[in-house]
């Protein structure tokens, strides 16, 4: 899923730059990271969560403004893969955390 895809990009970029400008041994880059995916991840796994049309005029018949229990674990996927595939273990960790949160609510909502 593009939204998906789209955090990790954000995700891996927030990480270079917090590598980049903070001093060893600081742990700000994992707040950051951290936070930056658990907004996202409550935002969207959160009960309620409806996706917004963002053109002007009504929405079409075809587009769903809910989300499936498997849109959810579809998205948990990539946010796994994205984990596997980090280099630094703070974005690996938050990825991975934000793999768990999707799975648990797609799964939830599948029931």
């Known amino acids: 899923m593009a939204a998906a895809r789209a955090l990790v990009s954000r995700a891996e970029l ?11 041994g600081t742990q700000q880059g994992i707040i950051i990271v951290g936070g930056f995916t658990r907004r996202f991840t409550d935002d969207w ?9 963002p053109f002007p005029g009504p929405r079409p018949h075809w587009f769903t403004d809910k989300l499936s229990g498997i849109d959810l674990v ?6 796994h893969q ?22 648990e609510a797609g799964l939830s909502k599948m029931r």
């Open 82 to 103: 994205a984990a596997k595939d980090a280099f630094s273990p703070d974005l690996r960790q938050s990825l991975g955390d934000a793999s768990a949160k999707f799975v």
């Open 14 to 24: 927030l990480q270079e730059i917090a590598d980049a400008t903070l001093r060893e």
């Open 74 to 79: 579809v998205m948990a996927t990539q946010f």
């Open 45 to 53: 796994c959160g009960n309620g969560f409806r996706l917004r049309w």
